[in-house]
């Protein structure tokens, strides 16, 4: 996979208020009109928009209904500048940056999709701007953080050594992931370093500032972390599909039912052989529907993550705009979902 195919995409550059360059991604919908709304996709923590490559790749180029796709690194990682102030590596900064990012672009309402860290910024970003979302999906993250894996993260960030060439980049990432995904195939370790890390001055280096890792140490992990309910039940008006990888140590599988239990309309999937965060290559399981949700036929049940997202919440999400008795005006209600 070609994560820098400078023909699938235009990048984009954006100076914030304070005066930070970040780098975008705009995938343009296959040479056609798009379908829909744009869809915009935020990464993890340290993570940047090639994690995002192959999913917008197929949302833009699908024959049936392309979307144009969005990816943003955020301030610190990726193609965007490092900030001088490390205290504004913060999801509330981070959230007004999308704003003002869908704003520069004319971005009135979108998709969006979250990993990890991404995921947080959406439940801030729908309480800051609710009419900005029109449906999203949650990869690996929700209103609660285990605190074993917050560790786990903040310790392997944190020690990191030199690394020399891309062996050594795919043979540190297995030292560190591999008990978790057992699905991963040679390619797709090697997909993921690519993903992380960039060449640097003759190396091959993580590509965020060390900063953001560095923050972590400052976290309190005897005591459990702050959780986002009131923000994540302000969700309850939109889709949601919310991905969980089977071995994840950041998001259990007793918050993930307690989210089924607070929003009704949630949509489940379980990445199986996949820990924190699935990657959107690796075929999973089927997804699991609330009981009010019609269910509709999979063509395959052991789809691919983001072609299971793509069908749920994405080109063919119906939204039903005029107002129900129960809902509230000026929300869409999803009526039907389907899935290729």
């Not at 360059?21 to 996709?41: E, F, H, K, S, W």
């Not at 449906?135 to 690996?140: E, F, K, R, S």
């Amino acid at each position: 996979m070609s994560f820098d195919d400078a023909d699938a995409y235009v990048p984009g550059h954006f100076v914030t208020q304070d005066g930070l360059r970040l780098y975008t991604r705009d995938y343009q919908a296959n040479g056609r009109a798009a379908q829909g709304v744009p869809v915009i996709c935020l990464a993890g923590l340290t993570r940047n928009s090639r994690d995002f490559q192959q999913f917008a790749l197929m949302l833009s180029r699908d024959e049936s209904a392309p979307r144009r796709v969005i990816t943003i690194d955020s301030r610190g990682r990726g193609n965007s500048a490092w900030d001088e102030n490390k205290s504004n590596y913060n999801i509330a900064v981070e959230c007004g940056d999308v704003i003002a990012i869908c704003d520069s672009l004319g971005i009135e309402r979108a998709a969006f999709i979250g990993t990890s860290r991404g995921g947080l910024l959406l439940h801030l970003l729908a309480a800051a701007r609710p009419g900005l979302i029109s449906g999203l999906v949650l990869n690996d993250i929700g209103p609660v953080i285990e605190n074993e894996g917050m560790a786990k993260i903040r310790d392997y960030l944190n020690a990191s050594q030199p690394i020399d060439d891309w062996d050594g980049a795919v043979a540190a990432l297995r030292r560190i992931h591999e008990r978790n995904f057992p699905a991963l195939s040679d390619r797709d370790w090697l997909d993921m370093a690519q993903a992380i890390y960039a060449e640097k001055d003759g190396a091959v280096a993580a590509d965020y500032d060390p900063a953001i890792a560095a923050q972590l140490l400052t976290l309190d992990l005897s005591q459990p972390l702050p959780t986002l309910w009131p923000q994540f039940e302000g969700l309850s008006n939109l889709p949601v599909l919310a991905i969980r990888g089977e071995h994840s140590e950041l998001l259990s599988e007793a918050t993930f039912a307690d989210m089924a239990q607070r929003h009704r309309g949630l949509v489940r999937l379980t990445a199986a052989g996949q820990g924190h965060a699935p990657s959107s290559t690796i075929p999973t399981s089927t997804p699991r529907y609330p009981p009010s949700f019609r269910k509709p036929e999979l063509a395959a049940r052991n789809g691919r993550i983001w072609t299971v997202a793509k069908g749920l919440c994405l080109p063919r999400l119906s939204l039903d705009k005029k107002k129900k008795p129960g809902s509230k005006a000026g929300l869409p209600r999803l009526t039907e979902v389907r899935p290729d």
